[in-house]
């Protein structure tokens, strides 16, 4: 069955502070994986894209890895500020004749001051 | 550019009552359109994909239904309300694996 796992569930971390959110998948053909953040009621946001020969990607504080053996993938926040408390989303695209998205159940995080 | 657009942006219906949520894009032509649904506390599902205006695919049996009535319009509607029903419906717009777009999204709660 094509899932995408993620932990924790929910985070509180110190604002300034790092953090590493996990994402398991077992989603099959692969073409990419994305992280996405979301804010309460609000469409998802793209942080990352990963296709299957990329290891790392980053985009400013966030830094996605991906272990296409292991289909496992992380982001990491760096620097932690309190504009960064959201959903995060693990998404991968599957490699099929139209673009189906699996969606993880998210990671909440809130950061506090 | 390209822009998705969804409305209303917030709805609050009474059990049994019609449901007609759309979805529209601007600055592409023949668009591969999706509608998601995040229920609380829950990931996103994919409930519908269209490939083309009058043809709808349904990934889950439900009490909703789709049209594509427009090459960029996309329309999830219901006869009759349930309360599971609730939730945050989206529209996407997928016209490769790298490129993807959300809408704002409608948030739905059924009482």
């Known amino acids: 069955k094509n899932q995408v796992e993620q932990s924790p569930q929910s985070l509180i971390i110190l604002e300034g502070k790092n953090c590493t959110l996990q994402c398991n998948y077992t989603v099959s053909p692969f073409s990419n994986l994305r992280w996405y953040k979301q804010d309460t009621g609000r469409g998802p946001v793209s942080l990352t894209i990963?296709?299957?020969?990329?290891n790392t990607k980053s985009n400013g504080r966030y830094t996605a890895t991906l272990d296409a053996d292991t289909k496992q993938s992380s982001l990491h926040i760096t620097a932690s500020q309190l504009s960064d408390s959201a959903s995060y989303i693990c998404?991968?695209?599957?490699?099929?004749?139209?673009?189906?998205?699996?969606f993880g159940t998210g990671t909440r995080l809130l950061v506090s001051p | 550019s390209q822009t998705i657009h969804q409305w209303p942006a917030t709805l609050v219906q009474p059990v049994g009552s019609p449901l007609s949520l759309e979805c529209t894009v601007e600055g592409t032509s023949n668009p591969n359109l999706y509608w998601y649904r995040q229920a609380a506390g829950r990931g996103l599902q994919l409930l519908f994909y269209?490939?083309?205006?009058?043809?709808i695919s349904s990934e889950v049996p439900q009490n909703l239904s789709a049209s594509r009535p427009q090459d960029r319009q996309f329309i999830l509607s219901s006869k009759k309300l349930l309360l599971s029903d609730s939730g945050f419906y989206l529209c996407?717009?997928?016209?490769?694996?790298?490129?993807?777009?959300f809408g704002p999204g409608t948030r739905l709660t059924v009482l």
């Open positions: 269209s490939v083309g205006i009058g043809q």
């Open positions: 990963m296709t299957f020969s990329e």
């Open positions: 998404v991968v695209t599957m490699n099929t004749g139209f673009q189906k998205l699996v």
């Open positions: 996407a717009w997928i016209p490769s694996g790298t490129r993807q777009f």
